[in-house]
């Protein structure tokens, strides 16, 4: 399933081979500090600088005889150094959660970057489209069903608006995954002192966690797990509204089509959203992600390896597959079609029921008992819904209702720009005091 949606850069950050790296990584950093600290001798230390390779297949084969992971990759970059005095230093004082946790911080890291990268990406687009379409006036729809005038804009900068929240959920949890431990096998940095774990760490550019048993706690993975899976979500919330937007009866947007694309095999009219409905299938599994991450929370004790084989999992697809969809949701939201036309020609297919609250609200104003002036309107409303005729002729003609609204007076309750007259001062605070966008 991976291999289908990964993106190259993100799917480089999972491989075998930068894996294996990482690992190296916080060896050499290891080695390196404990040089500086007069443990290990300084020339061994750059003998594994300068000698130490990693070769995958070779890790994979001592890996299928000795059922180790880190043990068979110590063994085959203690062989790429080819000098035994130096090579004995590889792995000092360290237990292998001390290299796996802290190069996965590593891999994560990278990761999370690419995702800011692409969050960011996907805010401009929809600040850009939002300023494009602030004015153009669409139905509000609760329940499915038509309450009060909107503009398409309002929608996409709500969308911006929550892009935004996401970034910064995202950066807190990605910050909280950007720590390492060299604490041993219990957390209680027995062999190198939280001195050097603390160097090891600056080294590789992570914080130190104050305190861990054998790993990491994974409360932090659990939280960045449940952040993909809200950014997933925000992304099908996008992806739905597309969707139904798009449907037949409705038809005010329309996902990209390509000129080659086919959209049924038996039907060569159809247009469906697949990529809006790609997005929301996917991010049912980043949801289901985030629950495993929970679920690795309670560990036996100082430590147990129940969690692992779930990373190895949960970790790369999820990245990989919110990396992919901010990239499709980005391109879909680019280089989605939009219909203002239709969209007035549904704005106005209940001919002026969207403005019955307004007209309450009018009523009440000028004097009207509520409960009276709510039965006139909603008698009025149920009549033109049911007959299909105008609501406005039918307040027009009442007499109960024009006791307190002349002719001036409807037109002004009837009016969309008196709707929309908030949207201006609505995307100041959405965008602060940008005025407008390149479009």
Request: charged fraction near 30%; aromatic fraction near 6%.
């Amino acid at each position: 399933m991976i291999g289908r949606y990964t993106r190259a850069e993100m799917g480089r950050v999972w491989s075998e081979d930068n894996r294996f790296q990482k690992w190296l990584e916080v060896e050499l950093a290891a080695t390196e500090t404990l040089a500086e600290a007069g443990i290990v001798p300084r020339e061994a230390a750059a003998k594994l600088g300068e000698r130490a390779r990693i070769d995958v297949a070779r890790i994979n084969e001592i890996e299928a005889k000795v059922k180790h992971d880190v043990i068979a990759f110590t063994i085959a970059v203690q062989e790429s150094v080819a000098d035994p005095e130096a090579a004995r230093w590889l792995h000092y004082g360290l237990t292998s959660n001390d290299v796996v946790d802290t190069a996965q911080a590593l891999l994560v890291r990278e990761a999370s970057q690419l995702i800011e990268k692409d969050l960011d990406a996907f805010g401009e687009v929809l600040e850009r489209r939002a300023w494009e379409f602030k004015d153009t006036p669409e139905i509000g729809r609760t329940h499915g069903i038509h309450a009060e005038p909107i503009t398409f804009g309002l929608k996409v900068a709500n969308w911006y608006a929550e892009n935004r929240r996401d970034h910064t959920r995202f950066k807190a949890a990605a910050e909280q995954m950007a720590v390492g431990k060299i604490s041993g096998a219990v957390g209680t940095c027995t062999h190198l002192g939280p001195e050097i774990e603390q160097k090891i760490c600056q080294k590789l550019g992570l914080a130190t966690a104050p305190i861990t048993s054998q790993v990491i706690e994974r409360d932090r993975h659990a939280q960045y797990l449940s952040t993909l899976a809200i950014v997933a979500a925000s992304l099908e919330r996008v992806a739905q509204e597309i969707r139904h937007l798009q449907r037949t009866e409705v038809r005010e947007v329309e996902e990209p089509f390509g000129g080659e694309q086919r959209g049924s095999s038996a039907m060569p009219h159809k247009r469906n959203p697949v990529s809006s409905e790609q997005i929301c299938g996917l991010a049912r599994i980043v949801r289901s992600n985030s629950v495993a991450a929970m679920e690795n929370i309670a560990l036996w004790h100082e430590r147990d390896i129940s969690h692992s084989s779930v990373e190895r999992v949960i970790l790369p697809d999820s990245t990989i597959l919110v990396d992919y969809m901010l990239h499709r949701t980005t391109e879909i939201v680019r280089n989605m079609k939009v219909f203002p036309q239709r969209m007035q020609r549904n704005l106005d297919s209940t001919r002026g029921l969207i403005f019955s609250g307004q007209l309450l609200q009018d009523l009440v104003e000028q004097g009207a008992p509520r409960e009276d002036a709510y039965k006139w309107v909603q008698s009025h409303a149920m009549s033109a819904w049911e007959s299909d005729t105008s609501f406005r002729d039918r307040i027009a003609a009442d007499a109960n209702i024009r006791k307190f609204l002349d002719e001036k007076a409807l037109a002004h309750t009837f009016d969309l720009k008196r709707q929309l007259r908030a949207v201006d001062a609505i995307f100041r605070r959405v965008f602060g005091a940008k005025s407008s966008v390149a479009s």
